[in-house]
């Protein structure tokens, strides 16, 4: 049985991994409460916080050696040279730079260190180890024991941790298995995948500095705007507490009356004999009086007498969504709706929006490390194809591209530097650039449309391109000729290429639009615009887009048919998407008709997201495994850009979609970086993408 160098461990894993002398896997414990844990506080943070202490250590190794105790304890000299695995390296790297850095470990020249977790990510393993042990190793009891330890330890002193056998074992089985998963699954990750994984982890240890006077700024002025709204709210509440309570809105709101009007006798005649006890089937009833049959929205309604005239009055009030949640699409629309017209509504929108806005600025205040800096953290692989997303409270990959919340002039126009800018936190100077509308290009190239692709050889927007191509007409410079066009053209490319329809294009062209200062540039389109403009493109695309919907769609069915366990897309850089256990299923759904709403049965396709784990199946179809291939193919390329850039020295501070902001050092040009991102595309396999890139040096972080 395995030792730890003092006693026994009763309940490591049986099987060891392969005998490999150069590997070896760690794990850290630390402490953590409801104050401070990775829960509440960055990694950074919650590492070099003083409460934080680092109080075991596991370590796998070789010819099943297994050790279990205190950081400083352990012979690191056994480490020198080897490759060195964690399963969430984010974390153990940073206690190993803590702990180097305190002088209560030696400094050791690591051969290599990798993170499991990364690596089970782009095979669509499950991330979290507990769940690899049930799905991918098949051992539900270790993965059962792991959780109930777990859980056990929240709240115990570090001694009784210390000396806690089933403790010890569920600290030594971590480190086993991520040695386990190394040796069985390693082979086939790419080096270059595995040093992306490094640089970006690393790139976000560095930090970006932060300019706390704009961030107190902001704070300050926040905190006005908020006082002013709370002025305008009509409830008293806890001044610790939100506002936004749903029992005192709802109350309001059913105060509130929109409209009335004079009740005809049939009509009362009608509504007097419906059971007054079925409040249902009357309130239908009498919204079908306001807006006839099958009413958009239902509105309370209530029919009451005028004292003065002896007149019957059908009174409509306000209408008020089911929850009040900052992300709930019937809330934005009644807010928006009612915002400008009812006071304390536009003032309890406006309270929301500035305290999630202020949020953010305090994150910042409470986080920035002494040097000035705050440490950005990405998830590598955070999507299904391979794209980084925001990790931790500070999410760089969505920050709001326009300064919120300006104060207007007479004319109702944005007054610049009197809102507030996330991105402007961030302080250069960096150079800023980004690969321009890659997805369109590549899936252009991917399907060969020469039709199109010849004007995005010499330089043409994309946009502009597809303009000219299904318009037959040209311009000069369509993006300020036409504004509302080049919208138009913009959300055709953005949004139809991977198969959505009328609906879901009208609802997203407007939010991707709704933000921008220009009147001109919001995009409002009613579902049957939408589906003439979705029409056109599809006619467009037939033989080229199109048939690769078709393509991939038969792809997925004929894995289905077979009950494949792995389905896998190999893209142009040679990569592989991972599709686990894909199936087919029938299920029943209402589609409209010109006869009515019928019921009829569509056959869909599945596949896990993450192996073995049936929580995370996710519907596929030929549009959507489209975008699937575009946007992990263009993020093969932002990484070969990412690498080639750190192996010629540039620091990336982050990446966010397709663009990169680098810190550049003395003698380093903005030219130098854009030129090295093409060489890199065009002589590899992305050459047959037409690339472009659009770079700017700024002070602080903007687009």
């Known amino acids: ?64 050696f297994v050790w279990v105790g205190r950081p400083q304890d352990f012979d690191w000299a056994m480490l020198e040279g080897k490759i060195v695995l964690a399963h969430n390296m984010g974390f153990d790297g940073l206690v190993l730079r803590r702990l180097e850095e305190e002088g209560v470990i030696p400094k050791i020249n690591y051969a290599e260190l990798h993170c499991t977790a990364d690596m089970a990510a782009y095979f669509k393993l499950p991330r979290a180890l507990k769940d690899i042990a049930q ?34 074992t569920y600290a030594a089985n971590d480190a086993i298995l991520c040695r386990k998963l190394w040796m069985e699954w390693s082979e086939n990750w790419p080096e270059i995948e595995r040093k992306v994984s490094r640089i970006a982890r690393e790139g976000g240890w560095r930090g970006v500095k932060i300019d706390m006077d ?28 939100t506002p936004l309570a749903r029992k005192k ?10 409209e009335w009007r004079e009740l005809e006798s049939e009509e009362f005649q009608a509504i007097n004999q419906l059971d007054p006890s079925d409040s249902e089937s009357v309130t239908m009833a009498l919204n079908e009086l306001w807006f006839g049959e099958d009413p958009k929205r239902v509105f309370p309604c209530r029919i009451d007498i005028d004292e003065e005239t002896g007149v019957w009055m059908l009174t409509k009030f306000m209408w008020y969504p089911s929850s009040f949640a900052k992300d709930d699409e019937d809330c934005a629309e009644w807010e928006n709706e009612y915002g400008d017209t ?55 990959q969505n920050l709001p591209r326009y300064e ?28 800023v650039t980004d690969y321009n509308q890659v997805e369109a290009r590549g899936l252009l190239a991917l399907v ?72 001109e540039a919001v995009i409002r389109w009613t579902e049957a615009e939408a589906q003439v403009v979705v029409d056109g493109f599809r006619n467009h695309t037939r033989d080229y887009i199109c048939r690769l919907w078709s393509k991939l769609q038969r792809m997925a069915e004929k894995a289905a048919s077979a009950r494949k366990e792995l389905m896998i897309i190999r893209l142009p850089s040679g990569r592989p998407m991972y599709y686990w256990n894909v199936r087919k299923r029938t299920v029943k759904v209402i589609r409209k008709t010109d006869e009515g709403d019928k019921l009829v049965e569509r056959t869909e396709i599945f596949s896990q997201n993450a192996k073995g784990d049936p929580s995370s199946y996710r519907k596929l179809y030929g549009g959507l495994l489209t975008e699937n291939v575009v946007q992990a193919m263009c993020r093969d390329v932002l990484r070969d850009g990412w690498v080639a850039l750190h192996e010629a020295g540039y620091d990336v501070a982050f990446t966010a979609h397709d663009e990169y902001v680098v810190e550049l050092k003395p003698g380093q040009t903005g030219e130098d970086v854009d030129k090295l991102l093409l060489e890199t595309g065009n002589n590899s396999w992305a050459a047959f993408i037409p690339l472009g890139l659009d770079g700017h040096l700024v002070d602080f972080y903007t687009k």
Request: proline fraction near 6%.
């Open 1 to 64: 049985m395995p030792r730890d160098g003092e006693r026994e461990l009763p309940m490591t894993i049986a099987t060891l991994p392969p005998d490999d002398a150069n590997t070896w896997s760690i794990d850290f414990e630390s402490t953590y409460s409801k104050t401070s844990s990775l829960k509440v506080k960055p990694t950074w943070a919650y590492v070099y916080d003083p409460e934080t202490e680092i109080y075991l250590l596991s370590v796998a190794g070789p010819d099943n």
């Open 135 to 168: 799905f991918v190793f098949k051992m539900p009891d270790v993965a059962k024991k792991g959780r109930e330890v777990r859980d056990r330890m929240k709240g115990l002193p570090v001694e009784r941790m210390m000396d806690d056998p089933e403790i010890r």
């Open 214 to 241: 704009y961030v107190d700024d902001c704070v300050a002025r926040l905190h006005e705007r908020m006082f002013a709204a709370a002025k305008s709210i009509p409830w008293e509440w806890d001044p610790q507490k």
């Open 249 to 258: 809105m709802i109350e309001q709101a059913q105060q509130e009356v929109v």
């Open 342 to 396: 009812y006071g304390w509504i536009g003032a309890v929108r406006d309270w929301r929006r500035y305290n999630m806005l202020l949020q953010k600025f305090q994150h910042l205040q409470k986080f920035t490390s002494a040097d000035g800096k705050y440490r950005v953290q990405l998830k590598y692989f955070g999507g299904h194809t391979g794209r980084w997303s925001g990790a931790g409270f500070f999410n760089v």
């Open 404 to 431: 919120m919340f300006c104060l207007l002039d007479e004319n109702k126009k944005p007054i610049k530097g009197t809102g507030f800018d996330l991105r402007r936190c961030l302080k250069g100077p960096f150079y």
């Open 448 to 519: 060969k449309d020469e039709r199109i692709l010849p004007k995005l050889r010499e330089g043409m927007s994309v946009y502009q391109a597809h303009a000219e191509t299904t318009m037959g007409r040209t311009w000069e410079d369509l993006k300020t000729e036409d504004v509302p066009l080049y919208q138009q053209k913009k959300m055709e490319v953005l949004l139809l290429g991977f198969g959505g329809g009328a609906a879901r294009l009208a609802r997203a062209a407007y939010l991707m639009t709704k933000d921008d200062p220009r009147p």
